[in-house]
């Protein structure tokens, strides 16, 4: 059973900058493909980003991409969210999920979740 516990949400001004992390514990985080959704009030969870486990290969939704960075470090089983350019639509609370698969794009690919964190842009 993989825990995953995200960190790092907050209260920012538009074009502002925030760093997501996610600890990961009980399972063998590098063999885990790695990825951050989110959810606005009012609407479904969506994809945001995806790292796999190895190559370390990165997909983004169109939304964020040129503006967030997903990255890992497999020697701290920790995967990062570099949020820039925040605008307020990119408020909600942002989840950390962990997949057995190559990669995670849908929520049906997630086998694990975190709790969640907030993120609030004002404008």
């Known amino acids: 059973q993989v825990q995953l516990v995200e960190s790092g949400g907050g209260l920012v001004q538009a074009g502002g900058s925030l760093r997501l992390s996610c600890a990961a514990s009980?399972?063998?985080?590098?063999?885990?493909?790695m990825g951050w959704f989110r959810q606005a009030p009012g609407k479904e969870r969506e994809f945001v980003a995806t790292?796999?486990?190895?190559?370390?290969?990165?997909d983004y939704a169109d939304s964020v991409k040129g503006r967030f960075t997903i990255s890992r470090d497999n020697t701290k089983n920790v995967v990062y969210l570099q949020m820039n350019s925040l605008k307020p639509e990119d408020t909600a609370v942002y989840y950390c999920?962990?997949?057995?698969?190559?990669?995670?794009?849908?929520?049906?690919?997630?086998?694990?979740w975190g709790q969640g964190t907030q993120v609030t842009v004002s404008s």
């Open positions: 999920a962990a997949a057995s698969g190559f990669t995670i794009r849908k929520l049906t690919d997630v086998d694990y």
């Open positions: 009980g399972g063998t985080f590098s063999s885990y493909a």
């Open positions: 790292i796999t486990w190895s190559i370390r290969i990165t």
